[in-house]
């Protein structure tokens, strides 16, 4: 099949390559002229374990283009993909749409024959609706359908997530969009990969309910932790021990300084705004996202509590800044909030992320950035281990302890057993534990 994919960013370019890789002719569109002349050259916008390969791969077998030309790209698809960004709004945490109102527009404008458009951007409840208005008034004689599909797609571990998914939720009642889609994801309905069929605005809520629950598991085992410290219990025991239960599960309790992302923090303030535009509170996510916020101010102020004294002037080496490993994104990261903490307090931060150093330039200029963990701890007073990378997961403790000038080891993400650290020197500090 033809498949146009508007927007090359995640969601976007992972997809399309991804589509491509099943067979499929997929043109992607962007209107960032340097993000496609990037792609074209063989350069990723964005960091995902071996996307530059499979988009390598698949451009060489000519079933992959990047165009900036959406008119050239839409005409004679059979469906179009509408991927692009739906950032929180200033000022009233609503989704930003203008970006998939005006693809929409320019959809329009651009079909030559009956087409099916495809939400693929996380949009809430009703945007389908009005997609599928703007088509129309655009273009009174054209042939559209509007369905919704939505991405559930983990920064890291997309490609895996695309090829082998949970359940793919599609949104329409029409039957030829139906056909379509089927045929669109006919790979891995081979697979046996669970394709749900619903109503366009259930598959909408369906994304939004999705990320609203996993960032509740995420903020209950966070105060989980919190109870532990204060009562003598160990968090990861109790993680254990609930998760084993098959009717909680084990992904997503881990404790740590609390979620970021480009999807969380987004979603669940769209999602608390759709519940009060409908006068339909959720309580939950709004105790989720009001506990979230604050605890990752919280975390900061463990680690200068590990420093112990007067925090100022002395110096702190953070290890991992992106808000997960295997990705360069820094969007709500929680060390953005624990080292402007850190500088609050006057404190000298010396910080190493494995790809993230370009991206947190942006939003972090005033920190040092070292080449590797050691540089980072080199006559730092406190380490602080932020992101969970691999490469955090194996350091020399004892080499580490005997070039910082202090021995405190914060572990945001419980990483390192107690014991292990303390033999190495380390005042340990963990989560919960």
């Known amino acids: 099949m033809r498949i146009t994919m508007i927007g090359s960013g995640y969601v976007g370019l992972v997809s399309g390559a991804c589509f491509a890789d099943f ?36 451009v060489a077998a000519g079933r992959l283009a990047f165009t900036t030309d959406l008119a050239a790209g839409v005409a ?19 989704a930003d749409l203008s970006y998939v109102y005006a693809a929409a527009e320019e959809i329009a404008r651009a079909a030559t024959g009956p087409l099916v458009v495809v939400n693929k951007s996380t949009v809430p409840v009703g945007t389908g609706d009005r997609v599928e208005h703007i088509l129309r008034e655009t273009r009174p004689d054209g042939d559209f359908t509007v369905v919704s599909n939505p991405e559930f797609l983990r920064e890291g ?12 939720v599609l949104g329409t009642d029409d039957e030829r969009a139906k ?12 697979g046996e990969s669970p394709i749900l069929f619903t109503g366009r605005r259930t598959a909408e809520l369906t994304k939004y309910a999705a990320n609203a629950f996993l960032a509740t598991k995420i903020t209950f085992i966070n105060e989980m932790a919190d109870l532990c410290e204060a009562v003598g ?8 021990g609930i998760g084993l239960d098959n009717r909680i599960g084990r992904k997503f309790l881990h404790a ?65 800044l992106t808000f997960k ?3 360069d994104d820094m969007r709500d990261a929680p060390s953005i909030a624990i080292v402007q903490s850190l500088i609050d307090a006057g404190v000298n931060v010396r910080a190493f992320d494995p790809e993230g150093e370009e991206t947190a330039k942006a939003v972090m200029p005033n920190i040092t950035y070292c080449r590797d963990a050691y540089d980072a701890a080199e006559g730092a007073d406190a380490v602080a281990i932020v992101t969970e990378w691999d490469v ?34 380390f005042a340990y500090t963990a989560v919960g534990r």
């Open 256 to 320: 740590g300084p609390g979620y970021g992302g480009s999807c969380f923090p987004k979603d669940t303030l769209a999602l608390l705004k759709t519940a009060e535009d409908f006068e339909s509170p959720v309580r939950i996510v709004e105790a989720v996202v009001q506990v979230n916020d604050t605890r990752k101010r919280a975390m900061g102020r463990k680690v200068l509590a590990a420093l112990g004294g007067e925090p100022r002037g002395k110096t702190v080496a953070v290890l991992g």
């Open 233 to 240: 219990a160990n968090v990861q025991d109790v993680a254990r």
């Open 76 to 94: 004679g698809a059979d469906a179009v993909f509408i991927a692009v960004g739906t950032p929180s709004r200033r000022g009233d945490g609503h």
């Open 23 to 58: 067979g499929h002719s997929v043109t992607c569109v962007d209107k960032a002229a340097e993000k496609i002349e990037s792609l074209l050259a063989g350069r990723m916008p964005i960091y995902e374990p071996g996307l530059d390969q499979l988009v390598a791969a698949n």
């Open 325 to 327: 490993p295997n990705t």
């Open 392 to 425: 955090f997961r194996a350091l020399d403790l004892k080499r580490l302890a005997t070039m910082m000038a202090g021995a405190a080891l914060v572990d945001l993400r419980n990483i390192y057993d107690r014991d292990e650290a303390e033999r190495a020197g």
């Open 179 to 190: 056909a379509v889609m089927r045929e669109v994801y006919r790979p891995l309905y081979l």
């Open 157 to 168: 571990a997309a490609i895996g997530d695309f090829k082998r998914p949970d359940r793919i």
